[in-house]
């Protein structure tokens, strides 16, 4: 298919993104070509390693192509988002789980679906101009794709602030939060892939690795004890008690998302640190089923990619009016409609 090359060099399975006119954004056809591929790579000798990369310099995958997910939820067909959502989960936890090292090569925009099939693998390497970042909860959604539960085991409160404000990590925050393991420079990616794919052995990243330049995320900082909260109203306490410039300005992000998407953002990474990632997925599909019908998500697409006017109406004036009792509605169990893994 033109939006997706997947072929084996050598003694590599190859997968490689072809759209980045639309930035890399990943549709449902390119989530089961990936799927079959590793299916097939699973049992094949040739195959040593499965290393995913994308063509274009703006970026590795941008996110999933939601807008037919806008269209059928408008229509009113619910399934058609849930049963995308419920195949692209699936995936994300094979590739948590595959049986051979799966490299993925993220440069420029790795957002949302994009994180899900690249951040899952066992070496995720990044370049200088890698921006990975989660930005569901503006339109609607949660942090997902496994999202919740890397955010999860980020350093302490540096999750939730990635996951809540959708902020933009480079190579070395990507690091630092387990989004990312190495920091390879992109001069030197084009020797690395034809050593891969000549010897399928996955020393050869080491070989190239270095010390990314400094990051603006730490640990025990400022930003990380801001967020490091057990509910969303003491997050807003914490941030206006503090009244400084830099908590103001993440208090007006917060202020921008969805306040349902900000308060069972929360509640869901809090929970994921005791959650395996199948879990965790489990958890966010439950999300998900109910997004459209019961969420912000139809008018959060609406405002940022349909109309584009960037101003959404949300459900909830503030995070902080959602209730506790509306966050256990929109996680709660799905009964015989649970995400299967």
């Not at 009113?76 to 049963?83: K, P, T, V």
């Not at 959502?85 to 595959?98: G, M, P, S, T, V």
């Not at 957002?111 to 339109?139: F, K, N, T, Y």
């Not at 509306?326 to 409609?337: F, K, N, Y």
Request: glycine share 10%.
């Amino acid at each position: 298919m033109s939006d997706i090359d997947i072929r084996i060099e050598g003694r590599a399975g190859r997968i490689t993104l072809t759209r980045p006119q639309a930035l890399n954004a990943v549709t449902w056809e390119m989530l089961r070509a990936i799927d079959h591929a590793l299916d097939a790579w699973a049992q094949d000798d040739r195959v040593a390693l499965v290393l995913i990369d994308a063509e274009g310099d703006r970026a590795f995958a941008a996110g999933g192509d939601i807008v037919d997910l806008y269209q059928t939820g408008m229509a009113g067909d619910y399934a058609y988002g849930r049963r995308f959502w419920a195949e692209e989960y699936q995936l994300n936890a094979r590739i948590a789980e595959y049986p051979k090292p799966y490299v993925a090569m993220m440069h420029g925009f790795v957002m949302g679906g994009g994180v899900g099939i690249s951040c899952h693998g066992s070496h995720r390497l990044v370049d200088e101009s890698a921006q990975i970042a989660m930005p569901e909860c503006g339109i609607g959604l949660v942090p997902d794709v496994g999202g919740s539960w890397l955010l999860a085991r980020a350093p302490a409160g540096l999750g939730a602030l990635v996951g809540l404000t959708g902020y933009r990590m480079g190579p070395a925050d990507a690091i630092l939060t387990g989004f990312a393991d190495s920091f390879v420079p992109r001069a030197a990616w084009e020797g690395l892939i034809a050593r891969l794919v000549a010897t399928g052995d996955v020393d050869e990243i080491a070989r190239v690795s270095e010390t990314p330049p400094d990051g603006s995320l730490s640990e025990g900082s400022e930003l990380a004890r801001w967020f490091d909260q057990a509910s969303v109203g003491a997050l807003v306490t914490a941030l206006e008690s503090d009244g400084g410039e830099a908590a103001d300005k993440q208090l007006k992000i917060l202020r921008r998302q969805s306040p349902l998407s900000v308060a069972c953002g929360l509640a869901s990474i809090n929970a994921a640190r005791d959650m395996t990632l199948q879990e965790a997925l489990a958890q966010e599909f439950r999300y998900v089923w109910r997004c459209m019908e019961r969420g912000d998500f139809l008018e959060g697409i609406r405002a940022q990619v349909i109309d584009k006017d960037r101003n959404p109406t949300w459900r909830h004036g503030a995070a902080e009016d959602v209730s506790d009792a509306e966050v256990a509605a929109m996680l709660a169990p799905l009964g015989a409609d649970e995400l299967v893994i």
